[in-house]
């Protein structure tokens, strides 16, 4: 194989793929079709950058010096009895409904994600008292630091709150096997209409561009809580604001740059530290080149 062989394109803009509709121009964007493509580009690239539904994710404006592989042409699934194996590119919400045809529960939280399973696994995802970690048995991962693929059993994923061993460890997720429990039909469905309900009322849908949570709950507490009462929802600057449903989500009015969007992480994250000395971690990562003013946000946030 090739890398001539494998889909490309050169200078193309990522802001047509993120969900904050934020991104510059990537020098080189691959495009996988297959399981065997993707480890042979995490074989011969030098530090690629592997993005799937880009909903946590803060592209620069300014764009990305490296190598991009998007992995949404990496769509097979099976389902054999109540086990799923699905490669990272499979689009969470497809998943949930397609297993809820054959009866199978544990992945209506997923039903509102706009992520992939890659993203899902790697940061557990939950919601609505479910989280992958409730079904998540295996995965299949290449480790960029031996170039090798690895077969990891449910605790070496090490799954945590919004984490697991892919955010501690350089792991690409090639594709991840879920057991399912066996449920009637019309309830999972009911309790997936119920989710798709509760995020329309809590979460600003995708027609105002967001990258969902912008920052984590802290133990035993809620950001959006923390930055309602510190009066986060005042905050704008540029092309985006605060949405005015929940404090803890910035929507993109139109024209928003990514350095928009640094300056209210910080401001948010400092009216919290300043009157609960409560240091929120960022939930939404910054991917691309940042100037020095953008840097000096970031390493605010991230304690550097």
Known sequence: METKDIKSF???ELKRH?????GGCAKKVWFPKTEEELVYLLEVLDRPIVLGGCS????????VDDDVILTTELKDFKIEGSVITANCGVKA??????VQKYGLSGFEFM???PGTVGGIVHMNASAHSQAVSDTCISARVFDMDTKSVLELD???LDFKYRSSVLDRKKYILLSAKFELIPDDKEKILDLMKRNTEFRKNKQPNLTLPNAGSTFKNPPNDSAGRLLELAGA???SYGGAKVWSGHANFIINNGNAVSKDISHIMNKMYNMVKEKYTIELEPEVKFIG????????LWNTMLKK
Not at 18 to 22: D, G, L
Request: charged share 35%; no cysteine.
């Open 10 to 12: 050169d200078n193309y």
């Open 18 to 22: 993120t969900t904050f509709k934020i």
């Open 56 to 63: 946590n994710v803060l592209i620069s404006s300014a764009g």
């Open 93 to 98: 919400p497809f998943l949930s409904q397609e």
């Open 111 to 113: 039903i509102g994600f």
């Open 154 to 156: 449910k605790e070496t």
């Open 233 to 235: 929802k005042t905050i």
């Open 289 to 296: 080149i940042k100037d020095r003013e953008e840097e000096e």
